[in-house]
């Protein structure tokens, strides 16, 4: 199965090209247009701020690539913050515009729980998915995921779509839903990291990869 | 409450796992990697590695060790020992660490935490403090793999060390390191409650209780062990349904 990840000068690759590989995935890393463009599976990953991201995609003229991609119906898959760079507009230190593939907006997690606590940012550690209201797993990359299963997640922001039908799957912080797994047709998005999920998350890049 | 991190912690000497007791007395334990690959298969939730004399003999094979480490292992790596700037830092997360701990290069240089808070977030900057007990209620940080009193005050620097963009801190007591006494509770408490990221308790863990002690009473937000793992006196496995039959909210598998 082969499938290019998006090289744009932030964050280590390291871990989500073997992890990928470890799936079966013959892996290309890639900050090429036409490679990007004529790959069969995509993959945006990305840890850091959104502004440095859009700026990395832009400075190698890869927004467009990425954005004509998407329309191909070929999967593609966000990680982290390449999840948030999939959404319209990001609030993170001041406003910034994303790739609008799935549209939303990108926005602080609470620093407060439901009933007023004060909890920790950024939300660091294992947390359990659930299915967002009306969602169904059965023809996602959760395909094979029972509800429950802990993934890792370290973030400070995380995707609104403005449709909630675009909602995979959520986990619950402080008592807020927080949007964790979200897609719109192929273009599918995940806040957390399956690279470093353990074998649920190489479970879950192993059904994208099939996808 | 979020899922109490079971660890898995390796300490590193040139190529070797090894396993002390006061962090002195080294003992070599074989190939870091084979340990590390049983200890991801039994389900540890984070690995930490530490190159433990580096601070002391400086350039170390960590980098090495970490890059075949994340070729098999696919939770989150923290690693510390030596790291002394950003560009350390750098190399550690090109190799797939995930997080760096910094002690001594942070006290002697606390504009240290900042820079690399900054450059690769805080989540990234784990504040390790290495501390030994001096009078009921006082810890003092020790730097140089256990062997330099610094006179600085474990929770104070736990305090400043956050304000200055740590985003987790390891906390490690000399006293009770490889003593299978018990972690220190009360250092882990004191510092827990100074500070509002993430603490991590290692050193002591002997016994099952030893373990609910520190995430009940020292309100530890993950905990690390060594030796207790590498002898297999016990299993991440089993720890983890020791934590959730105690009612611990722990991943599960």
Redesign the interface.
């Known amino acids: 199965m082969r499938v290019t990840v998006v090289d744009y000068g932030i964050g280590?690759l390291?871990?989500v090209c073997?992890?990928l590989e470890?799936c079966g995935g013959e892996v290309t890393l890639s900050g090429d247009a036409s490679q990007i463009e004529a790959a069969p599976h995509l993959v945006l990953p990305g840890?850091?701020a959104f502004s440095d991201g859009m700026r990395g995609l832009q400075e190698r003229g890869l927004i467009d690539p990425v954005q004509r991609y998407a329309t191909s119906g070929r999967p593609l898959l966000g990680i982290c913050l390449g999840m948030q760079m999939l959404a319209s507009v990001s609030e993170e230190f001041g406003c910034h515009e994303g790739l609008g593939l799935i549209p939303g907006q990108v926005v602080a997690v609470p620093n407060k729980t439901t009933d007023g606590q004060?909890q920790?940012i950024?939300h660091?550690?294992?947390?359990?998915l659930v299915p967002a209201a009306g969602a169904l797993w059965g023809d996602s990359i959760l395909k094979e995921t029972p509800e429950?299963t802990?993934v890792?997640l370290?973030h400070s922001y995380s995707v609104v779509p403005d449709d909630p039908g675009h909602r995979l799957a959520d986990c619950l912080y402080g008592g807020h839903r927080i949007a964790t797994a979200i897609r719109r047709g192929p273009v599918v998005g995940c806040q957390f990291?399956p690279?470093?999920?353990?074998?649920a998350?190489?479970a879950i890049l192993a059904q994208f990869l099939n996808s | 409450m979020a899922n109490v991190r079971l660890i898995a912690r390796l300490d590193i000497k040139g190529p070797n796992l090894i396993k002390g007791v006061h962090l002195e007395g080294l003992r070599v334990m074989g190939d870091p990697q084979e340990f590390a690959r049983r200890y991801y298969e039994q389900g540890a939730d984070e690995l930490i590695y530490m190159d433990i004399v580096a601070s002391l003999y400086g350039r170390s094979m960590l980098t090495e060790i970490v890059r075949r480490a994340a070729h098999d292992v696919f939770v989150p790596m923290t690693v510390g020992g030596g790291v002394r700037n950003v560009d350390d830092v750098r190399d550690l997360l090109r190799a797939g660490a995930d997080k760096v701990a910094i002690n001594t290069a942070a006290v002697r240089r606390p504009d240290l935490i900042t820079e690399v808070a900054r450059r690769f977030g805080s989540q990234c900057m784990v504040l390790s403090i290495e501390a030994k007990q001096q009078a009921p209620g006082k810890w003092e940080v020790y730097t140089d793999c256990g062997r330099e009193r610094s006179g600085i005050d474990a929770i104070e620097w736990a305090r400043s060390g956050v304000q200055l963009g740590a985003g987790e801190i390891l906390v490690t007591s000399i006293d009770r390191e490889g003593t299978r006494k018990g972690f220190d509770v009360e250092l882990t408490r004191g510092i827990a409650s100074a500070v509002s990221v993430p603490v991590i308790a290692s050193g002591g863990y002997g016994e099952p209780q030893h373990l609910l002690d520190v995430i009940r009473d020292g309100a530890a937000d993950a905990v690390a062990f060594a030796d207790a793992l590498h002898y297999g006196r016990t299993t991440i496995a089993k720890l983890r349904e020791q934590a959730l039959s105690a009612g611990i909210n722990v991943r599960r598998l």
């Open positions: 280590n390291y871990s073997r992890a470890r840890v850091g004060a920790k950024p660091i550690g294992w947390n359990g429950g802990a890792y370290v990291h690279e470093k999920s353990g074998e998350g190489l």
